[in-house]
């Protein structure tokens, strides 16, 4: 994607937002997966830029037999990582363009340690919105994002919901986005980056726009208190939120993280939640 004409804080609504991500993922797809790819990995269920990885941190539990969904998946790492432990794992994103970076990275999995004899296959894809799952009720036992979908969609309660929707009861949602915090602060690694700038309370997304005002890429902010009513009105339980602290011995930056940034303030929030069964 070329540079973006103007940028700001503005209202942007369900489809500019759809818009948006559909064409800039599609375009940012080969780009964005070989700048991170050192931190990101080709199976690892990377849950925050700082490198906090499921391996480590045991959100999922065990994923053996389940099905499992992950949302906003991107090039399907984290499906790719649940499939190589026994789950039978479905990877959705608006985006054909980071859907088809998943597929390469399939294509090369025989030569990949990850995927021995016993690993149950690849990661089914499907192109959809978040926002409307085109999954039967009750089709998952685990759903996950990290870092995908939700930040992008102006409807995170709707989507919330659908994903509920999905879950059988007893099911397990997690899903990481960028620590609401981090909004009132540039996004810049070094001490730029350390001066409040932006109100915390400031709902309005952060908008790309080319020079006829149309959105290229929208990134939508919620306060911790809106994200725990999200969670509840969507009908769900939240057992855990977890605030990665930065790894000892982690040096990279990727665009506003870094150690300097990560051993003061929070960079990731990590939702724990569950569908509660039904009272018999």
């Not at 690892?44 to 045991?58: A, D, I, N, Q, R």
């Not at 037999?65 to 090039?75: C, N, R, S, T, W």
């Not at 390469?104 to 409307?132: M, N, T």
């Amino acid at each position: 994607m070329g540079p973006a004409e103007s940028v700001g804080r503005r209202p942007a609504d369900q489809p500019e937002s759809a818009a948006a991500s559909r064409s800039w993922w599609d375009a940012e797809a080969g780009d964005y997966y070989r700048e991170h790819r050192s931190v990101l990995g080709d199976d690892l269920l990377m849950w925050g830029p700082e490198g906090v990885y499921e391996s480590e941190l045991g959100l999922l539990g065990d994923v053996t037999g389940l099905d499992v969904l992950e949302f906003g998946a991107g090039a399907a790492q984290g499906s790719r990582w649940c499939a190589a432990r026994g789950a039978r794992t479905v990877a959705s994103d608006i985006s054909a363009g980071m859907l088809a970076q998943g597929r390469r990275l399939d294509a090369d999995a025989p030569e990949h340690p990850a995927y021995g004899l016993s690993s149950p296959g690849h990661p089914s894809y499907v192109q959809c919105d978040a926002v409307r799952l085109p999954f039967a009720e009750q089709s998952f036992d685990i759903a996950f994002s990290a870092f995908g979908a939700l930040p992008f969609v102006a409807d995170a309660a709707g989507l919330l919901r659908e994903v509920a929707r999905v879950l059988r009861p007893g099911g397990r949602l997690v899903f990481s986005v960028t620590h609401p915090f981090r909004w009132t602060l540039p996004d810049v690694a070094g001490r730029a980056g350390l001066t409040v700038r932006t109100s915390y309370f400031d709902r309005n997304p952060y908008v790309e726009q080319d020079a006829e005002g149309r959105a290229t890429y929208v990134e939508h902010h919620a306060t911790l208190g809106d994200r725990v009513r999200q969670i509840v009105a969507a009908g769900l339980v939240l057992d855990d939120l977890v605030e990665p602290e930065w790894p000892e011995g982690a040096d990279h930056e990727w665009g506003g993280w870094s150690r300097l940034r990560g051993e003061l303030v929070p960079g990731t929030a990590i939702f724990v939640c569950r569908k509660p069964v039904p009272a018999q």
